[in-house]
């Protein structure tokens, strides 16, 4: 029997329910149900309607353009970015991340015929991440331990309301460790992060952006006068 489980609004608290490996299939596979997130860990399944506000949008598009400057400044350092898309490591474990950043040659590619979903397996990402405007409890919590328990190397969570960048990187006992810096990104203060999420209060995610280039751009300059 497939466990009927409701998908969660975006304006309540999400809620893991009791389900098996089958029931995650069945939605997944759904033909009617559309735009929804799923995640699924230690037999439990957590159904997202996928439709957050325009904070979460403008963070979401905002971390895009972050990850272009930075590696404009980097052309040698190959870099893909694929925000949204459901990763699984069958049959215990899926989720589908806000932030996927894979680097190097190692990062998936579609071909026609094939699945629609990340096997884990074949490719793991070098840095997922979430951005929090109705979720940071289960960010924190049971996502975390999700990514942890995935291998995944880093993990950012975005506090909206709070305007904190929460970065954290897995130890050799594969737990995260919480950090200052990025580990993927590598040299790039999480306070910069910060401060660049808080230009949000007196401007657009474009000229956050941008600011953010000139302060990388001014970073490496430093760096090679010394």
Request: hydrophobic share 45%; net charge negative; glycine share 6%.
């Amino acid at each position: 029997m497939i466990a009927i489980i409701q998908t969660t609004p975006a304006t309540t608290v999400p809620v893991w329910k009791p389900a098996t490996w089958e029931d995650y299939l069945a939605y997944r596979d759904d033909p009617t149900i559309d735009r929804v997130r799923l995640f699924f860990y230690q037999d439990h399944l957590l159904t997202d309607m996928g439709s957050e506000g325009i904070n979460h949008a403008i963070i979401c598009e905002l971390f895009s353009m972050i990850f272009a400057f930075w590696f404009s400044q980097k052309p040698e350092e190959i870099f893909s970015s694929l925000g949204g898309c459901l990763l699984e490591k069958p049959p215990l474990r899926a989720g589908a991340f806000d932030i996927i950043l894979y680097l190097g040659e190692g990062y998936p590619r579609w071909q026609s015929g094939e699945r629609r979903y990340i096997n884990l397996n074949e490719w793991l990402p070098n840095l997922v991440g979430e951005i929090a405007d109705t979720t940071l409890a289960t960010d924190l919590d049971e996502k975390k331990h999700l990514y942890a328990a995935l291998g995944i190397p880093e993990y950012w969570v975005v506090d909206v309301r709070g305007q904190l960048v929460i970065v954290f990187q897995l130890d050799a006992n594969g737990n995260y460790q919480q950090c200052d810096s990025s580990l993927a990104l590598a040299g790039l203060p999480i306070s910069l992060l910060e401060q660049t999420v808080a230009l949000l209060n007196q401007g657009t995610n474009g000229s956050a952006a941008l600011w953010f280039a000139q302060q990388i751009a001014n970073l490496n300059q430093d760096a090679e006068e010394k």
